[in-house]
């Protein structure tokens, strides 16, 4: 349902010219956003046009019945990370792996946070960067351990120079992301 995906406006004129079914899979707004932005308004006006919804979530389902949508075309599909397999994994992975990532990185126990995820503007990245120099201000054995890809990731590279105190490891998937999870006492979301 994203407004910069121009593939929904020619989605959206075949429906209207061809009578062509099609789906919105999304949130119903930007979270990130004020309600009132150009970008939710914009969402707003097209809220009604698939003939179907994907919602992730029971409350974006409630949402987008308050704008009118009908219910009964409405799944929640609960989007969701299977947390069991991540539970085992996580289970799995031994003290040795986690004291040799520890001195690998220097990390001190009780002193490391992560951020796991996309890295684009609405994540605040900036924002997490700002922040984490606060905390290593007021706390030299602080680290943060950054997990993710997306289209600021030369911005963060950037940010970080000559800040060792913030790790960034680029993508992680499996049992190497959740090492890292294993040693991390805090996770850092700004967005």
């Known amino acids: 349902q994203a407004n910069k995906n121009l593939l929904n406006y ?6 209207f010219f061809f009578n062509k079914k099609f789906a919105f899979w999304g949130h119903g707004y930007n979270h990130q956003d004020q309600s ?24 974006v389902k409630n949402y ?13 599909v609960w989007n969701a990370i299977d947390t069991k397999d991540l539970r085992n994994v996580y289970q799995n992975i031994s003290d040795k792996d986690v004291d040799e990532i520890r001195e690998k ?4 126990e009780g002193k490391t946070a992560i951020y796991c995820g996309g890295i684009y503007p609405e994540k605040r990245i900036d924002f997490l960067i700002e922040a984490a120099k606060i905390i290593f201000a007021n ?9 993710g890809s997306g ?3 030369q911005l963060l590279k950037n940010l970080i120079t000559n800040h060792s105190f913030i790790i960034y490891l680029g993508p992680l998937f499996s049992v190497e992301k959740v090492k890292f999870f294993k040693i991390a006492d805090l996770m850092m979301m700004p967005g």
């Open 10 to 15: 020619i989605l959206l004129l075949r429906k």
């Open 64 to 76: 987008l019945a308050s704008k009118g949508y009908p219910e009964k075309r409405i799944t929640t």
């Open 36 to 59: 009132s932005s150009i970008g939710n308004r914009f969402k707003d006006f097209f809220i009604k046009s698939p003939n179907w919804w994907f919602a992730y979530t029971e409350s």
């Open 105 to 108: 990185y220097n990390l001190k």
């Open 139 to 147: 706390d030299h054995n602080f680290k943060l351990i950054i997990i």
């Open 151 to 153: 289209p600021e990731s």
